[in-house]
């Protein structure tokens, strides 16, 4: 016999926010930011490699 009383948003929505709270209570904020770190670090570096790669070009074109 089927239940009829079954919900099953809500269901969804209950367990998203209990996986939710049990991943926030594991990752602790020194982690989230040593990992903030770490992704700022990478993108401070990727941004100067691209800032010398275009002067490079640029002094390039204008010398020619």
């Known amino acids: 016999m089927e239940n009829q009383n079954s919900h099953p948003v809500g ?16 990752i602790t904020i020194q ?3 040593m990992y903030l ?8 570096v990727l ?3 691209f800032a010398i790669r275009y002067y490079w070009y ?3 074109k204008i010398k020619k």
């Open 37 to 44: 770190t770490m992704s700022a670090s990478i993108i401070a």
């Open 11 to 26: 269901a969804a929505v209950s367990s998203t926010i209990s996986l939710m709270t049990a991943l926030f209570a594991i």
């Open 58 to 60: 640029a002094t390039k």
């Open 47 to 49: 941004s100067g490699g």
């Open 31 to 33: 982690e989230v930011q």
